[in-house]
């Protein structure tokens, strides 16, 4: 949470967000993609028996969701219906439960990037609206700055057509070159990301985790993934996530409680940030040395590397390879030196 919270005060952090984040902001009432899918089925002529046949209650899906969402939408164009029109006026039906203090708070009040697969435009709802940018595929890109910009990678209800919906969006989303497709990229590599609202086993997060993961093996960055799960997961498949796609484990701790305990470490990590930085610089800038009593501290480490990773992009600091291994000997050989006079 450390971490977390230091990439949020010196503007470094980015949400990866899915269906589960809207679904924790709606206190359950926004719909899964199954379940969007479903609501469409009944809005056909012999919609109970579609979906009986798509939802077997006995057996797995025949068809991957993006797969049945092109059925439905070709049975929709029967009927002079689109699909993404019909999943538009649903998802704009939904709204904001009451119980989001925690997370309007951090929204209103810090400066982050987020990306989302989901239609909604809730996130935009939880930030001021003077302060947040949506960018929608299909719409303006706005040039102007913003304390939130929410990049709604899959499309938004703002621009129905251009939304992802069927297999036929996916393939043409996976293998086009736009401007969300290269900002995906660039944010996965330039922040520390926290993914809410997902699966670890979805297999859009993993297709676009695996492009970073080959990105970061070829530079000088060190894991910057996070993945929120409300649920408990099994050490052992922490450790794979972590081997395969970089990405590290936070269990047992739901969206509400994730914001409320990031609030509360953020109001000492504020304090710190600033300072950690200004002398970081001035080990690296000026070959100065850290203290003693700040190297023993349990956090300093962390507080080293991620103000590196804070500086690099900012103050002029560009590592090679090389150079990256030579200062951590050099600072590894002063801690020894430390305990081992």
């Not at 979906?51 to 070709?74: C, G, N, W, Y």
């Given at each position: 949470?450390?971490?977390?919270?230091?990439?949020?005060?010196?503007?470094?952090?980015?949400?990866f967000?899915?269906?589960?984040?809207?679904?924790?902001?709606?206190?359950?009432?926004?719909?899964s993609?199954?379940?969007?899918?479903?609501?469409?089925?009944?809005q056909?002529?012999?919609?109970?028996?579609l979906?009986?046949?798509?939802?077997?209650?006995d057996?797995?899906?025949?068809?991957?969701?993006?797969?049945?969402?092109?059925?439905?939408?070709?049975?929709?164009?029967?009927?002079?219906?689109?699909?993404?029109?019909e999943?538009?006026?649903?998802?704009?039906?939904?709204?904001?439960?009451?119980?989001?203090e925690?997370?309007?708070?951090?929204?209103?009040?810090?400066?982050?990037?987020v990306?989302?697969?989901?239609?909604?435009?809730?996130?935009?709802?939880l930030?001021?609206?003077?302060?947040?940018?949506?960018?929608?595929?299909?719409?303006?890109i706005?040039?102007s700055?913003?304390?939130?910009?929410?990049?709604?990678?899959?499309?938004?209800?703002?621009?129905?057509?251009?939304?992802?919906?069927?297999?036929?969006?996916?393939?043409?989303?996976?293998?086009?070159?736009?401007?969300?497709?290269?900002?995906?990229?660039?944010?996965?590599?330039?922040?520390t990301v926290?993914?809410?609202?997902?699966?670890?086993?979805?297999?859009?997060?993993?297709?676009?985790?695996?492009?970073?993961?080959?990105?970061?093996?070829?530079?000088?960055?060190?894991?910057n993934?996070?993945?929120?799960?409300?649920?408990?997961?099994?050490?052992?498949?922490?450790?794979?996530?972590?081997?395969?796609?970089?990405?590290?484990?936070?269990?047992?701790?739901?969206?509400?409680?994730?914001?409320?305990?990031?609030?509360?470490?953020?109001?000492?990590?504020?304090?710190?940030?600033?300072?950690?930085?200004?002398?970081?610089?001035?080990?690296?800038?000026?070959?100065?040395?850290?203290?003693?009593?700040?190297?023993?501290?349990?956090d300093?480490?962390?507080?080293?590397?991620?103000?590196?990773?804070?500086?690099?992009?900012?103050?002029?600091?560009?590592?090679?390879?090389?150079?990256?291994?030579?200062?951590?000997?050099?600072?590894?050989?002063?801690?020894?030196?430390?305990?081992?006079?």
């Amino acid at each position: 949470m450390f971490e977390i919270a230091y990439a949020a005060a010196t503007k470094r952090l980015c949400f990866f967000t899915g269906t589960g984040f809207s679904k924790a902001v709606t206190d359950n009432k926004a719909p899964s993609w199954q379940g969007l899918l479903e609501v469409l089925c009944t809005q056909l002529p012999n919609g109970d028996e579609l979906k009986q046949s798509l939802f077997p209650e006995d057996k797995p899906i025949p068809l991957t969701l993006e797969e049945t969402a092109q059925v439905i939408a070709i049975k929709l164009v029967e009927v002079d219906k689109n699909i993404h029109e019909e999943v538009a006026n649903i998802i704009a039906g939904v709204e904001l439960a009451e119980d989001n203090e925690d997370v309007s708070s951090f929204f209103s009040e810090q400066k982050f990037r987020v990306i989302t697969t989901n239609y909604d435009k809730l996130t935009e709802e939880l930030a001021a609206k003077n302060l947040c940018q949506s960018l929608t595929p299909g719409l303006p890109i706005p040039r102007s700055s913003a304390h939130v910009k929410v990049f709604h990678v899959h499309g938004s209800i703002d621009s129905p057509d251009n939304m992802v919906v069927t297999s036929e969006d996916y393939f043409k989303f996976i293998n086009g070159d736009s401007y969300f497709s290269r900002k995906l990229s660039t944010v996965l590599h330039e922040n520390t990301v926290v993914i809410l609202g997902y699966s670890l086993g979805d297999a859009n997060l993993k297709a676009i985790i695996s492009d970073y993961k080959g990105f970061s093996k070829n530079h000088v960055i060190s894991s910057n993934l996070f993945f929120v799960s409300r649920s408990s997961v099994d050490q052992n498949i922490k450790d794979y996530y972590y081997h395969c796609y970089g990405i590290r484990v936070l269990d047992n701790l739901d969206i509400q409680d994730f914001f409320r305990l990031l609030n509360e470490k953020l109001s000492k990590v504020r304090r710190i940030a600033e300072k950690s930085i200004e002398s970081t610089l001035r080990v690296v800038h000026e070959g100065r040395r850290f203290k003693e009593t700040f190297i023993t501290l349990e956090d300093s480490f962390y507080r080293i590397i991620s103000a590196l990773l804070s500086i690099q992009p900012l103050k002029g600091v560009v590592w090679s390879l090389k150079g990256f291994q030579q200062w951590l000997e050099n600072f590894f050989r002063h801690i020894n030196l430390l305990a081992f006079p």
